[in-house]
């Protein structure tokens, strides 16, 4: 069956622009979380929804950050003005399980800023 | 706080050699434990997991071994192939849902 799904693959930004990466989790996957990988580290947790609920934003590093789950299906991961230090591979995972389960990851974003 | 950490960075072992990853984690009321393998431009790929009543798990080739009492995690890789040269990372999921990753193992497989 179908993956996790996440596009662009690819997205080079200049500096103050703002960008949207999109995910598409398995479907009817009650979870989606979102993650942050710098080149060369694990990944870090930014944000949690629970179908449309999000639960946990705890890892969003600014207000810049923005996640939505509006239907509870595709997720939205919105970064306003950003910044060098916003480069990263974003990451997005999904679970059949309310947050304790298996998480299935997609192939990442990888961010440019320039 | 919490962590989750790799002993070694780098790992080289011959084709056909078994190989074993490490990993300790400080959160000692974790229940639930997952490897990752990831793959260069590839997210994350699941390969085995073992929940904290378990002391042992085994899959197709690897096997997943917690000590609770020193909060350790191995996973043992046998007749280690180069299609398993990758990043390893194990990942602890706390009871809010977030996964905790560790900086990550490279595994080369050497022909």
């Known amino acids: 069956g179908a993956g996790v799904s996440q596009s662009p693959r690819y997205k080079v930004a200049k500096r103050g622009q703002d960008v949207a990466l999109r995910c598409d989790p398995i479907?009817?996957?009650?979870?989606l979380f979102w993650y942050q990988q710098a080149l060369g580290q694990g990944p870090e947790f930014l944000t949690y929804?629970?179908?449309?609920?999000?639960?946990?934003k705890s890892g969003l590093p600014s207000d810049r950050f923005f996640a939505e789950r509006p239907e509870g299906s595709v997720s939205t991961l919105k970064i306003q003005r950003t910044q060098q230090e916003d480069s990263a591979v974003y990451l997005c995972?999904?679970?059949?399980?309310?947050?304790?389960?298996?998480?299935?990851f997609g192939p990442g974003t990888r961010l440019t800023v320039l | 706080g919490e962590s989750v950490g790799l002993h070694l960075p780098t790992l080289s072992v011959q084709e056909g050699d078994n190989s074993i990853i490490n990993c300790a984690y400080s959160?000692?009321?974790?229940?639930?434990f997952i490897w990752y393998k990831q793959e260069s431009g590839k997210g994350p790929q699941f390969i085995i997991d073992?929940?904290?009543?378990?002391d042992k798990r085994q899959g197709q080739r690897v096997t997943v071994l917690l000590n609770k009492t020193v909060k350790h995690l191995s996973l043992q890789i046998a007749a280690t192939q180069p299609g398993d040269s990758a990043v390893y990372f194990c990942?602890?999921?706390?009871?809010?849902?977030?996964?905790?990753f560790g900086q990550g193992t490279e595994l080369s497989v050497k022909p």
């Open positions: 995972a999904s679970s059949k399980d309310r947050g304790t389960g298996l998480q299935y």
């Open positions: 479907s009817g996957h009650v979870s």
């Open positions: 929804f629970q179908n449309e609920a999000q639960l946990d």
């Open positions: 959160n000692s009321a974790s229940d639930y």
């Open positions: 073992i929940r904290s009543n378990m």
């Open positions: 990942a602890e999921n706390n009871q809010g849902g977030k996964l905790i």
